[in-house]
């Protein structure tokens, strides 16, 4: 005798066959890789490359910044004085020998940043599969640009357009302190083939903290500090220990008055333990106020003994 099926598990079965209906009528999301591929972005880290200058002189100096600040130590750099008749850069060295382990590499451009001539920077390269693990180990002679200051193309890369065009877009913002006074100037050296970039937008003075994912960080720091401590923009109720303060009682009422005195707490804690070396335990020396404080070469007014 059959068992009859359950009613929920009936409905199961039936509501699997609608989705599978539902979806027969969607266009299909899959692309046809590597036939078609998604748009890389601008500053996208791939394979590295040495650039040249203007002049078609490379920029590597061999000072082998690179393979000390690599975590992954897959760059090896050997420097040799340049010849006095032929000298391959412009400074008294130039990388005789430079070879990257892409096995090894990790793609975290310490390598970029570390360069004092902007020598190495990464292509949008991402796509390379080797048949030889000899092959992986990139020598100098395969990472330096043509004569035209492209990326020389290998057998086993899958270049695409557009990958060989921003080979050093991480240096296209200006004003790399942050300062508005160099906001638009170009602080870096010409290419072979392209000459001095074109800037991009320049940093902006302001620090959107939401977007940089330090917010949180920055409010854990902050609210152990006092007002005097924080610039004007950051002091009173529009601050931001005043909206920090705001947010906390909003979600959890009594929370401001318990963060504030918790910072209270552990300031006059962290006061005793600094004044407990030069005066006598257990006392704290009061603050000096800020206005009396006085420039070098300069006196106090002295209201006598």
């Known amino acids: 005798m059959a068992v009859p099926e359950p009613p929920r598990q009936r409905q199961n079965f039936l509501g699997g066959f609608k989705l599978t209906l539902e979806h027969l009528g969607r266009p299909p999301v899959t692309r046809q890789y590597p036939e078609e591929k998604r748009p890389k972005q601008p500053r996208q880290h791939g394979r590295h490359v040495l650039n040249r200058y203007e002049d078609g002189m490379e920029k590597c100096i061999g000072c082998e910044l690179c393979a000390g600040v690599c975590p992954a130590d897959c760059i090896y750099v050997r420097g040799l004085d340049n010849p006095p008749d032929h000298p391959v850069s412009p400074g008294e060295r130039y990388g005789y020998v430079y070879e990257i382990n892409f096995l ?101 003075t302001h620090r959107d903290d939401a977007t940089t994912g330090s917010q949180q960080l920055r409010h854990t720091l902050e ?28 979600f959890a009422p009594g929370a401001g008055k318990k963060h504030r005195a918790q910072a209270d707490d552990d300031y006059a804690t962290a006061v005793e333990a600094g004044n407990s070396e030069r005066d006598e335990p257990g006392t704290a020396a009061p603050r000096p106020d800020r206005s009396e404080l006085t420039a070098p070469g300069q006196t106090a007014e002295s209201s006598g003994p």
Request: aromatic share 8%.
């Open 223 to 250: 609210r152990h500090l006092r007002p005097g401590d924080l610039p004007a923009a950051k002091r009173g109720p529009r601050g931001a220990i005043g909206r920090m303060l705001e947010k906390a009682e909003r």
């Open 104 to 204: 090894r590499c990790i793609h975290c451009d310490l390598c970029v940043e570390a360069c004092p001539t902007e020598a190495i920077t990464e292509s949008k390269l991402m796509e390379f599969s080797f048949t030889n693990r000899n092959d992986a180990i990139y020598t100098k002679e395969e990472l330096l640009v043509d004569d035209d200051g492209k990326p020389r193309h290998l057998p086993w890369e899958d270049w695409r357009e557009g990958d060989d065009l921003y080979t050093s877009g991480w240096m296209r913002a200006t004003s790399p302190s942050g300062s508005a006074e160099f906001e638009g100037q170009v602080q870096w050296s010409g290419e072979l083939g392209f000459g001095v970039r074109s800037p991009e937008a320049g940093q902006s």
